[in-house]
Structure formats: C-alpha cells, structure tokens
C-alpha cells in the first residue's frame, strides 16, 4: 500500500484533487466543474465514496480561489457522502465564493475556515503550513495582488506537497504574474517537483510561463480539463522537458497550428484527464518511501 496517494479527478472541465497520506488523513483541493459535469462527476462521486468508508470526515478541504469550476460540486459532495470537516483553507473572503449556495456553506463552516484575504506564503520550505503523517503541506502563493486583477486566477492558492523528497505542486489557476511572483520569493532554484498540475488547466494564454517550467523541472505532468477554451494546450506540454516515463498511453491536448484538438501517444509521465474527446480518465500519484513514485489509472 502506498504511503501517499494523490488522486487527480476527472471532473470534466474544472478541477479536483483527492490525497490520502500515510496516517490516513484525507484532504480535498477543488472540486468542481463547467463541462461535462454530469457525465464525470459521478464517477469521481462514486471513487471518493469508497474512500470514506471508515471515517465521513475530510481533514482538510482546499479552495484555490473562487472560480465555480474549482468548487461548485462540493456542497453536493458533502451532501452525499454526509461528510464533516476538520479545516477549511481558501483564497480571498467567504464572500467572493457567490456560485450557488457555497458562501452559505463557507458561512456554516466559518469555525474551521481559514480565509487568506491578503497574499501569504511560507517564510521558507523548511517550515510547512501543515502536516499530515509526515506529508508536509506548503502555501506557495494565496490571494496575490488582491484587489488588483479583474479575475480570481492570480489569487489561486498554490499549493506544495511534499512526502519523503518527493514533491508535487498543485497551482489551481495560477498566472504567469503569480508564477513570477513565487519564483520571486522563494528563488528558481528551491522549486524544483517531481509532479506539476498545470495550472489553468493547461492554459497557453495565462499559465505556465518559461521561468516556472525551468524552475519547477517536473518529471510528470498532470492536467484536469475537457473539450472547452482549447485547454490543454499541446504546445505548452510540450514545452516541459518531461523525463518520467510511464507505460504507453495517450493524452489529449489542443493543436494551436491545425487548430483543433488531437490524440498524442506517448510513454512519458504526461497525463491529461480526457484520452479522447468522449473518454475521461483519473489518475494517481502514488509515493512510497521504499519504492519511490508510480503512476497508476485509477479509471473504473
């Protein structure tokens, strides 16, 4: 069994990331979709169900920040599997999140949320934000430049994890401006991460800029997004010099030159959540201290 497991959902065209550490803690980053929701939902419904059949309590839920496809499914989910929450992290005030009934909910959780209404980061990498069974959990960025941008994206929070000197980033819909930023603060040399979510869903236009590729280096790349705003872009994956290989699969990305959306097969640690325009898929990183990191489809 592995000792860290992180679950990238196939949520349609939004996002969400399911972990489980070594101790058994159970923390949720995003959930939520725009797309195709209602043909991929219920599958991640149905896998995050059988991960609370012991314990209905969720240790930590993260929200980036407050766009509807990163959170609007949650009330839903906790509906359904009648979960509770220990702690509540998001980016900016309650009042920003205005889709649906999710500020009610933030409201009636207020006890255990954390609201970052001004830019925040660890003062280093030593000293993680949390911990969980020796996961350590850094805040790389929350709430840049607030209220400066006309859209949440630049106020995402990013998110570090971190088990046995293995890392993963998970940048919600970070910018090239909060990308910079990070870099700026912690240096281009102390990011280095085994494994990238690609922010904005791998977006060319707003994430993912040169200096956060040569900075990050990641081994394997992970990207949550259906067939809507040309995400991902092909040319952006294919500007990370992805090393980690994997058995031979395929991803699906959106060629800027034909244009148009293609199937590229490859056995390199790339993983988008749509093999085909009609076929989505979820996918794991698992890390163990014995046997290093795996990648696995986790699709049912």
Known sequence: MPDLIINFLDVGQGDGTFITTPNGAKILVDFG??????IAVPDAMTFLKT??????????????HADRDHYNRIEELFDTLNLTVSRIWISGKIGDYTVGDFKSFLTKHSGVVTA???NAHTSDLNTPDISFGGVNFYILSVNLGYPNYSDPNPYSLVLMVEYKGVRCVLPG??????EEAIIG???KN??????LKMGHHGSARTSSGDDWIAAIKPQALFVSADNLYSHP???VITK???????KSHDYYCYNINKPGYEVVTTNKSICTSMLSQFIGVQYALYVNSNWGTAIGDTNY
């Not at 979709?33 to 209602?38: A, E, H, I, M, R």
């Not at 102390?190 to 494994?195: C, G, Q, T």
């Open 185 to 187: 603060y912690f240096g």
């Open 116 to 118: 970052y209404a001004k």
């Open 173 to 178: 819909d970070a910018t090239f401006d909060t």
């Open 33 to 38: 979709t725009v797309k195709n929701g209602s």
């Open 51 to 64: 991960q609370f059949t012991t314990s209905k309590n969720l240790d930590l839920l993260v929200v980036t």
């Open 240 to 246: 990370f010099n992805i090393t980690g290989t994997w």
């Open 233 to 235: 872009s092909c040319d």
């Open 190 to 195: 102390k990011l280095a991460s085994y494994a």
